[in-house]
Structures are given as C-alpha cells and as structure tokens.
C-alpha cells in the first residue's frame, strides 16, 4: 500500500493550499481517509477524515471552516483543501486509510508533505 501526499509548499498567511493524496495498493473505496499534521516538537493531530463515500465528513475544531476534504474514488485520491492559512498551521501533512469517526482507526500511513505558512 502506498498514498503519496503532495501539494505542501510555502504560502503566506491567509492564502490556500491544496493537498492531495494519491493511494494505490489498495481497494480504495473501501477505506475511510484521512489527513494528519505533525508541527516541530509537537505529537501528531487529526486535521481531517471523511468516509468510505464522500458523505461523511470529519474535522478538528480548529479547522472548521478553514479546511475541507474531499475525495475521488475514481482517481483514488483524497484531498485537503487549506484556505486562510496561519502560521500555526505550518507542519507536516501526512494522508491515512481506515476509520475514521468514532472508531478512529487507522491501518496505512504515507509519507508526509511539508507546509509552511509565513507571517
């Protein structure tokens, strides 16, 4: 299984993002998505999930409002949509496949795309 995440860059305060998530290896609808970051000296946080479908989505808190996730099982590819960046949101953005809600399960990880949000 792999999901290669790419779309990280640098943008400056308030601008937009989009990250994107490529997975293969897997049956792709069958699996929840979802989206990860991890900042400097800090523990990994939940950004984003959505369902096997589209129809359910999933968000932190602080990212309500501001981010959206979305897929397309046809292309087997997520996306995180980032819009009125901050610098807090500068980390490492990494995709995974499970479960998200509730259970929160999650069974693959990629490997991570940086974003950096200047002042």
């Known amino acids: 299984v792999q999901l290669q995440a790419s779309g990280g860059g640098l943008v400056q305060a308030g601008g937009s993002l989009r990250l994107s998530c490529a997975a293969s290896?897997?049956?792709?609808?069958?699996?929840?998505m979802g989206w990860f970051r991890q900042a400097p000296g800090k523990e990994r946080e939940f950004v984003a999930g959505v369902n096997w479908s589209g129809s359910s989505t999933y968000y932190a808190d602080s990212m309500k409002g501001r981010f959206t996730i979305s897929r397309d099982n046809a292309k087997n590819t997520v996306y995180l949509q980032m819009n009125s960046l901050k610098p807090e949101d500068t980390a490492v953005y990494f995709c995974?496949?499970?479960?998200?809600?509730?259970?929160?399960?999650?069974?693959?990880w990629g490997q991570g795309t940086l974003v950096t949000v200047s002042s």
């Open positions: 290896g897997l049956t792709f609808s069958n699996y929840g």
């Open positions: 995974a496949a499970g479960t998200p809600g509730i259970s929160n399960n999650w069974q693959y």
